[in-house]
């Protein structure tokens, strides 16, 4: 089945000469999963003394698809291809991701359906969430480790959202009253941290629904850079209306020369 899809997805990009650079027989090569650390920074470029990706990943050309917030752990997705980038990180294609939450306090039923419903933030409502309790995995200690008081009990929640708004996670269990105190993001998709350890990472394929995404994505785009509705600069130039209208100095308003007036004999 996977070499029929593959043999399929070869000839589309010859035959319609979509992105002849993103070859199947190498998509392996072209995605990595990591297992993000606390405290380091999603991006490869020096910020301060804040640990990056270069620490870890010692790969030329390879980005992140998304983002993950410093003080969040978990997966990352990094690819090399620009198109495969895009449908990963943009909320249009829904890929959910999926998040393990530790929060403050024993999280209620009602708090979840608040969650599930959606939860009113400052830039909008959130969209409908699949919010559930959740065991305390069996997961690495973090480094430095969670505070909390003594005195108040912590708890964890899986949380499922399809959206991608700036420290979402956060602000949704603040909003319904349960600080986060730890979260990581256990999946994106199909892909989930099961056997990375922290600070690891591995070559992974893409998926089959992953790369019609692309295609599809990709003959989108296509269609719209040769669209024939298009003109060049130069067209428009050419196609300008010759109007009698002045216009910032473009041109002279256009008239018909008066006839010169016939002159009589003067009389002596």
């Not at 029929?4 to 070859?23: D, G, M, V």
């Not at 990963?88 to 829904?94: E, G, L, N, R, T």
């Not at 309790?133 to 108040?152: G, L, Q, T």
Request: with cysteine; aromatic share 8%; charged share 30%.
């Amino acid at each position: 089945m996977r070499s029929k899809t593959n043999a399929l997805l070869r000839c589309f990009f010859y035959t319609r000469n979509l992105f002849p650079t993103l070859l199947i027989e190498s998509m392996p090569s072209n995605l990595i999963l990591f297992n993000k650390p606390f405290r380091v920074l999603s991006q490869f470029s020096a910020e301060g003394d804040k640990a990056t990706l270069a620490r870890y990943i010692d790969i030329p050309e390879f980005y992140p698809a998304g983002r993950l917030d410093f003080d969040s752990e978990g997966l990352l997705l990094l690819t090399n291809q620009g198109a495969l980038q895009h449908v990963i990180a943009s909320p249009d294609f829904k890929l959910p991701k999926t998040y393990w939450v530790q929060v403050e306090g024993n999280i209620s039923d009602e708090a979840l359906e608040k969650l599930r419903q959606g939860v009113e933030l400052k830039d909008g409502v959130t969209k409908p969430a699949e919010a559930e309790h959740m065991k305390e995995p069996d997961i690495w200690d973090r480094v430095p480790p969670v505070r909390h008081r003594e005195n108040i009990p912590t708890s964890w929640l899986s949380l499922q959202i399809r959206e991608g708004k700036n420290r979402q996670v956060r602000r949704m269990t603040a909003a319904v009253g349960f600080p986060t105190l730890r979260l990581i993001r256990y999946a994106i998709g199909p892909y989930t941290l099961e056997n990375t350890e922290v600070g690891q990472w591995k070559h992974i394929e893409p998926t089959d629904n992953l790369l019609k995404e692309v295609i599809q994505f990709e003959a989108q785009r296509q269609r719209k850079t040769a669209s024939p509705n298009r003109r060049r600069p130069s067209e428009k130039k050419q196609q300008r209306p010759q109007g009698n209208k002045v216009s910032h100095g473009e041109g002279m308003a256009r008239r018909k020369p008066s006839p010169k007036p016939t002159s009589r004999p003067r009389r002596k």
